[in-house]
């Protein structure tokens, strides 16, 4: 019997580049929240930014076992075929390092969650497109308290086993919010479902999506589980069950690189 060892999954983490920003101190907060939730559940993260080199970059997708999509400004409107209509905080290049990041975590099949903007990211790089500006709600990026509004979990989904596992029927749930743009039912890209709903000046919004596949662990939330302080007990679960999934896909490829050397020890000379 083959025995692998498993170290903690590398979970890249996409971040907002600090450097020369006034907001730096700020966002340093913001990121050591994603990078505490994914270590209390013995994951070990990988930050990447937009001014990490070339090289870095292409070394952390080839190891990563898992990809989280963190919160952040708003897409460029033009990788969704439309004008800006409200876009606020858009940085291209971060665009562009996502893209890379998603397309790596495609190829290789790891784990992905998107928060926030990381929600949007993922419909936009699958087809779908954005409201992008919702009356009423905030544009500050995370700054200040939380506003709160319910959450409405879609029964049957893999978030609703998630987040209650007795009950996979469904419930409500009161979230955070920081975000002032969102998803329509008809803005939802192919391949997606939708798995929470809240309501809103602009009617309800999707703010829970999850890949149609199910052997594809890929969620995305509008809201953000990593602030312990403004979120329901529920959501820690989130990140168990996604560091789970990283550590999966970890000791499936480990188990193939101990396969192959064993075969090739194996091999007559």
């Known amino acids: 019997m083959l025995r692998v060892m498993i170290a903690a999954p590398r979970i ?10 006034p907001d730096a ?4 907060v913001r990121i050591r929240r994603y990078v505490d939730a994914i270590e209390r559940q013995g994951g070990a993260a990988v930050l990447i930014d937009s001014t990490s080199p070339a090289r870095e970059r292409e070394a952390a997708f080839a190891t990563m076992d ?15 075929g439309q004008p800006n209509r409200g876009s606020v905080g858009i940085q291209p290049e971060r665009d562009e390092l996502e893209q890379e990041a998603w397309d790596a975590a495609a190829a290789r099949n790891v784990p992905v969650l998107g928060i926030c903007r990381g929600f949007q990211v993922i ?5 779908g497109s954005l409201l992008q500006d919702v009356a009423g ?13 319910p959450l409405r979990i879609a029964p049957g989904t893999r978030l609703a086993r ?9 419930g409500v749930l009161p979230v955070n919010s920081f975000h002032h743009q969102g998803l329509r039912a008809a803005n939802i890209a192919p391949g997606l479902l939708a798995s929470a709903w809240a309501a809103s000046p602009a009617g309800d919004l999707v703010e ?36 789970d999934a990283c550590r999966g896909s970890a000791r499936g490829r480990a188990a193939n690189r101990t396969a192959g ?4 020890a194996g091999r007559p000379g």
């Open 162 to 170: 998630i987040l209650f596992p007795r009950n996979v029927g469904g």
């Open 12 to 21: 890249v983490v996409t971040v907002t580049a600090i450097a020369g920003r």
């Open 208 to 243: 829970g999506v999850e890949a149609s596949d199910t052997s594809r662990f890929l969620v995305g939330l509008q809201c953000h589980p990593e602030r312990i302080d403004s979120t329901p007990r529920e959501f820690e679960r989130v990140w168990s069950v996604f560091v």
């Open 123 to 127: 419909n936009v790089f699958m087809g």
């Open 261 to 264: 050397a064993a075969f090739t």
């Open 25 to 28: 101190n700020d966002i340093r």
């Open 137 to 149: 709600h905030r544009k500050d990026l995370g700054t200040g308290p939380p506003v709160h509004h």
């Open 66 to 80: 898992g990809l989280l999509l963190s919160g952040g400004g708003d897409v460029d409107p033009a990788r969704y």
